[in-house]
Nanobody, 122 residues
Framework: QVQLVESGGGLVQPGGSLRLSCAAS????????MGWVRQAPGKEREFVAG????????QYAESVKERFTISRDNAKNTLHLQMNSLKPEDTAVYYC???????????????WGQGTQVTVSS
């Protein structure tokens, strides 16, 4: 079993920054795919950013490239998402996800956190 707890969401003005964190427990996650998925009101979940399995590198959705940066601390089993230049369309619930089966994070990941709300509004 894997337990994931997100933190760091909130309300921010357009152009601002937020840093999300995800604390993982239950397994050592450094070899698994791990990342972030978001869901905006009335829309389906979409991939945001993630680490591929076995240290295969990072992936980003086109809509967040050059603005978001994903990082991980394997010693602390934590995952972070630094979000800069935030836009109103980034408003969503952000979920931390781990996939112990697949190579990359998708909306079919098998472990999920409870989500943290990010609202970008003036």
């Amino acid at each position: 079993q894997v337990q994931l707890v997100e933190s760091g969401g909130g309300l921010v003005q357009p152009g601002g920054s937020l840093r999300l964190s995800c604390a993982a427990s239950g397994r050592t996650l450094s070899t698994y795919a791990m990342g972030w998925v978001r869901q905006a009101p009335g829309k389906e979940r979409e991939f945001v950013a993630g680490f591929m399995r076995y240290g295969g590198g990072t992936q980003y959705a086109e809509s967040v490239k050059e603005r978001f940066t994903i990082s991980r601390d394997n010693a602390k089993n934590t995952l972070h998402l630094q979000m800069n230049s935030l836009k109103p369309e980034d408003t969503a619930v952000y979920y931390c996800a781990v996939d112990t089966v697949r190579e990359t994070i998708t909306t079919y990941a098998n472990y999920w956190g409870q989500g943290t709300q990010v609202t970008v509004s003036s």
